[in-house]
Structure formats: C-alpha cells, structure tokens
C-alpha cells in the first residue's frame, strides 16, 4: 500500500486490488454557473468493497525554530503568516527549558519589544513591555509588576524533537491567531 498526505489526512491509495483511490472529486462550482471553470472541492467517503481508510493525523507541524539558536536566558522570535491574521510567538530558554508565548501584552494586547528580539530586561530575569514597563516571568509568563499586575502572557504548547521547537497545537496559525483575537475583551 501507498499513503501520501492530503488536506491533513493520511490517504491509501491503493487497495487491495491495486486500483487509485480519489478521495476528493472535484465539482464546478454553483457560483459560476453552467460552463464555468471554478472548482471546489469536496471531501468523499470511500464506497464499494475496497479496503482502503484513513488516519486522522495533525494538519500542521509548524517549525518555530533551532534549540541551538536560542541562549539561556534568550529569546526568539517568530512571525507565523500575514496580517490580520499572523501568529507573533516569543519563544524563550530559561534555566535550560524552552517555553513560547503570544507576544501580545495582556494589558492593551500590543507587542511586548520596540526593537526586534529585545524581549528581555538588563538583567535578562523578566520579559519586559516596552510599551508600559510590565515584567512577567519567563517560565511562567505571569506578570508581576506594571498595569497588568497577576494576569499572564498567553503561552503556547511546543514540542521538542531532532534539536528543533514545533508548534504543538494541530490548528494552522492563522486560525490560532483568529480565535486568540475573538477571545480579547475589546
């Protein structure tokens, strides 16, 4: 058997009779009319007596950045799409452990630095916003001081794998982006 990803599934394509499976059909679209030439497509439940499935895996494994780039305490950053819906990430290394945050702060949900990549205080302890001079913790994003005193930076799961950070969450960025916008409170 042959499998090969498409549209965030692993898809056989044979079975077991060696015919080619095509589990999207491409139909013309209601919207052009008769002769038109738009197409969409439309997922299809395989029929008939062949043996073939599908595995549902993650759509996405997005790559946010080398382990080896990052110093402890240090900081990355990594812009994930295009406005109005890009996913702005501050990846951090502290005391040998890697963490990522939204680079949004909490209080009025701007980026965290004026400069790019200078997330950190003087004394590399604390995130700082440039914007109103809130600290928050780096392992835990907490803020401990400035206008959004106990609220947190909005952290990310990550994994770890071949000396490399991913993106954990099966969602694309953009629609973690979207959804971490709908969730504002203005």
Same mark, same amino acid.
């Given at each position: 058997?042959?499998?090969?990803?498409?549209?965030?599934? $692993? !898809?056989?394509?044979?079975?077991?009779?060696?015919?080619? =499976?095509?589990?999207?059909?491409?139909?013309?679209? +209601? &919207? @052009?009319?008769?002769?038109?030439?738009?197409?969409?497509?439309?997922?299809?439940?395989?029929?008939?007596?062949?043996?073939?499935?599908?595995?549902?895996?993650?759509?996405?494994?997005?790559?946010?950045?080398?382990?080896?780039?990052?110093?402890?305490?240090?900081?990355?950053?990594?812009?994930?799409?295009?406005?109005?819906?890009?996913?702005?990430?501050? $990846? !951090?290394?502290?005391?040998?452990?890697?963490?990522?945050? =939204?680079?949004?702060?909490?209080?009025?949900?701007? +980026? &965290? @630095?004026?400069?790019?990549?200078?997330?950190?205080?003087?004394?590399?302890?604390?995130?700082?916003?440039?914007?109103?001079?809130?600290?928050?913790?780096?392992?835990?994003?907490?803020?401990?001081?400035?206008?959004?005193?106990?609220?947190?930076?909005?952290?990310?799961?990550?994994?770890?794998?071949?000396?490399?950070?991913?993106?954990?969450?099966?969602?694309?960025?953009?629609?973690?982006?979207?959804?971490?916008?709908?969730?504002?409170?203005?």
């Amino acid at each position: 058997m042959a499998f090969h990803l498409q549209d965030g599934w $692993i !898809v056989e394509r044979a079975c077991s009779i060696g015919r080619a =499976i095509d589990c999207h059909k491409e139909l013309p679209s +209601p &919207l @052009e009319g008769e002769g038109g030439r738009a197409l969409r497509k439309r997922r299809l439940r395989p029929e008939g007596g062949c043996r073939h499935s599908r595995f549902n895996v993650a759509p996405h494994v997005t790559f946010l950045c080398k382990i080896e780039s990052l110093r402890d305490p240090g900081t990355q950053n990594v812009v994930l799409g295009e406005p109005p819906d890009e996913l702005d990430i501050v $990846i !951090v290394q502290t005391q040998g452990t890697r963490h990522a945050y =939204i680079n949004s702060c909490p209080h009025e949900h701007i +980026p &965290l @630095e004026t400069f790019p990549n200078h997330f950190l205080t003087e004394d590399k302890k604390y995130f700082l916003c440039s914007g109103h001079g809130a600290r928050f913790v780096l392992a835990t994003g907490e803020c401990i001081s400035g206008p959004c005193l106990g609220r947190s930076l909005a952290r990310l799961s990550i994994e770890e794998r071949d000396g490399a950070i991913y993106l954990a969450d099966p969602r694309p960025p953009q629609d973690i982006a979207r959804s971490l916008r709908a969730a504002r409170w203005w």
